[in-house]
């Protein structure tokens, strides 16, 4: 069964994130038609191409407060959730093309770090919008809107979900740790690796 489809318009949308504006996005919206646009998702963290662009350095000065940034993206064709993931700052995503952003919060994450899949909204983010997700909001890859599948740059500090070394666990959240900077919670039917914190309970929600 697909979920309601909000706007960001909607109030609603103000618990995960909001509306940024003012920066001229056209050049690296450009540049995003040279990037691959798969039958499945790809995820870049870093594009040197897009981070050559005068935005770059606007976003990482106004949006990151002067803190270093990488300029990736996530293309392809998805409709279904899958995972969650949480990083310990914000997220800048634009959109290319129109898509929907599945969202939830940090917060209603159980104590044994399962949660409820039906605790998540979805919400419509339009071509060349530009959105920062709160530290505490959830999210995964894009779902599209059309049968051409989506587009979306990709803002956050530098190094965040590069690969890294197995770390000793200190405690019950260390396992959800997947890649730098990405705290991940799969489900079941969400093809992850074997090594991917499986804890979503509930239907693997479609758009």
Excluded at 62 to 72: C, L, S, T
């Amino acid at each position: 069964m697909g979920v309601e489809v909000k706007r960001i318009t909607d109030p609603a949308f103000g618990a995960y994130g909001k509306v940024i504006t003012g920066y001229e996005l056209s050049q690296l919206l450009e540049k995003m038609g040279e990037t691959p646009l798969p039958e499945d998702v790809i995820y870049v963290p870093s594009d040197p191409q897009l981070e050559a662009v005068k935005a770059a350095k606007e976003l990482a000065a106004g949006v990151y407060g002067g803190m270093p940034i990488q300029i990736g993206y996530c293309n392809g064709h998805n409709r279904r959730l899958n995972a969650v993931e949480y990083h310990r700052d914000a997220e800048l995503d634009i959109a290319v093309d129109d898509l929907v952003l599945l969202l939830g919060k940090e917060q209603d994450i159980r104590p044994d770090h399962t949660y409820e899949t039906a605790r998540m909204e979805a919400f419509l983010v339009p071509a060349g919008t530009a959105v920062l997700l709160y530290e505490t909001t959830l999210h995964y890859a894009p779902c599209q809107t059309s049968e051409q599948g989506f587009r979306c740059v990709i803002v956050l500090p530098r190094g965040t979900n590069e690969d890294m070394a197995p770390i000793e666990i200190k405690n019950s959240e260390d396992r959800l740790l997947f890649a730098r900077n990405k705290w991940l919670i799969g489900h079941p039917e969400g093809g992850l690796p074997e090594n991917a914190f499986i804890g979503l309970v509930g239907e693997n929600l479609t758009v």
